[in-house]
């Protein structure tokens, strides 16, 4: 059966596993790439270098492959490809060591983990069609699997080497492969037809609505240099006031968890609410976040409940920038919308942040205090640059 033919359930069922096992891969490398990096002789400096670049390729990884899935229509190929590719490079960083080594090795690791993310968001909104906003019930899968993987990452920490990292993600990255085979390839006939649905008269990339795609991508960038100190020192910081691995693990997946519990209500809050007033709430509650994380990081409880917050400062906020990137950009450019996104999102912003954080690091909280300051310009930003009704925006080019 088509699966343009297929229920909402039906669809997410296919999809779902793809979310599931790649956000996995996330919670083993993501939250926990620095400690590997530094018990395997890295300093806390070197280490953040490394993640910086790691997001970094995201500035030009994820063109290169958005480039060619629109001109092949073979989305779900160069999706397989990259998945080996990620697996492959994982388990090469058991095979050597120092930091020009690790550099080249997750370097390319990078690559491949920025490049399918753009891919897997184009087919799943290709594939929801006229049901975009229930995106966050498919991604919510994806951040189900992240929260027990940093559980029981955490615990296995605190009893064997950090080099299980790499085995966990080879066989995560075989299972990635493996789920991609539940979604059949959109045949380009498909993909055109979706087009003239989608725009009407197909017109040229000049007449996107800019100024709106602009003031997003600046939201969306800022908002990743504030992420970028969580994603590469929350465990470390943790470290440094006492907390065990198991602990920080149990932390970081409570995070998360309050994520999944924004993706299964992300389509109520968007009949409910305007993309602007999500996004311009849940960047405050950003900013709340890392003021009480600097200064309250010696309390579990008070460290618990800045976690809660992640459902705001991540859930909502990516949610809103997918779901905005989808209805800026026709179909035939989703690829190149969503590649923008991740490229300065992912790229520039967390490249950027972790180089900074890198400057910053003494092991104390200042590096979300400077974090606090991004998060409070990308919501001024989105309260004074976005446009409401988006239907406007979307008249620019009609």
Request: charged share 10%.
């Amino acid at each position: 059966m088509p699966m343009s033919h297929m229920t909402f359930a039906q669809k997410a069922m296919r999809l779902s596993p793809m979310y599931l096992v790649y956000f996995t891969l996330f919670g083993v490398f993501v939250p926990y790439i620095a400690r590997f990096l530094t018990e395997n002789g890295l300093s806390a400096q070197e280490a953040s270098v490394i993640v910086a670049i790691v997001n970094g390729v995201n500035m030009f990884a994820p063109f290169l492959f958005s480039y060619l899935a629109d001109r092949s229509g073979q989305r779900m190929r160069f999706i397989r490809a990259g998945y080996l590719a990620i697996g492959f490079f994982y388990c090469l960083s058991l095979f050597g060591s120092g930091f020009w080594f690790y550099l080249t090795v997750f370097g390319l690791f990078g690559v491949f983990l920025s490049a399918v993310l753009p891919q897997m968001e184009t087919v799943t909104l290709h594939v929801l069609g006229k049901e975009k906003s229930r995106y966050g019930q498919v991604r919510l899968w994806g951040s189900v699997g992240f929260v027990v993987v940093v559980w029981i990452v955490g615990i296995l920490l605190d009893y064997f080497s950090v080099n299980i990292l790499p085995v966990m993600g080879v066989i995560l990255s075989l299972l990635m492969f493996a789920s991609t085979f539940l979604i059949p390839e959109q045949s380009r006939s498909n993909s055109a037809a979706a087009e003239t649905t989608v725009e009407g008269s197909g017109e040229p990339i000049r007449a996107l609505p800019w100024g709106q795609i602009s003031v997003l991508l600046v939201v969306v960038l800022f908002w990743q240099f504030s992420m970028a100190p969580y994603n590469t020192f929350f465990d470390l910081y943790l470290r440094e006031q006492g907390f065990s691995a198991s602990t920080n693990g149990f932390l970081i997946s409570f995070g998360a968890l309050a994520e999944v519990a924004v993706f299964v209500a992300v389509a109520a809050l968007f009949r409910r609410y305007s993309e602007r007033f999500l996004i311009v709430a849940a960047l405050a509650l950003t900013v709340g976040r890392w003021l009480l994380l600097n200064a309250f990081a010696d309390s579990f409880w008070l460290v618990l409940f800045t976690q809660s917050l992640h459902a705001a400062t991540f859930g909502v906020v990516h949610s809103v920038a997918v779901h905005r990137i989808g209805r800026l950009f026709p179909e035939r450019r989703a690829s190149f919308g969503q590649g923008l996104y991740v490229a300065l999102g992912m790229g520039l912003g967390l490249l950027v942040g972790n180089l900074l954080a890198g400057v910053l690091w003494d092991g104390s909280g200042l590096v979300f205090l400077q974090a606090a300051g991004w998060s409070l310009l990308a919501l001024l930003i989105a309260l004074f640059g976005f446009r409401e009704p988006l239907e406007a925006a979307e008249a620019d080019h009609s």
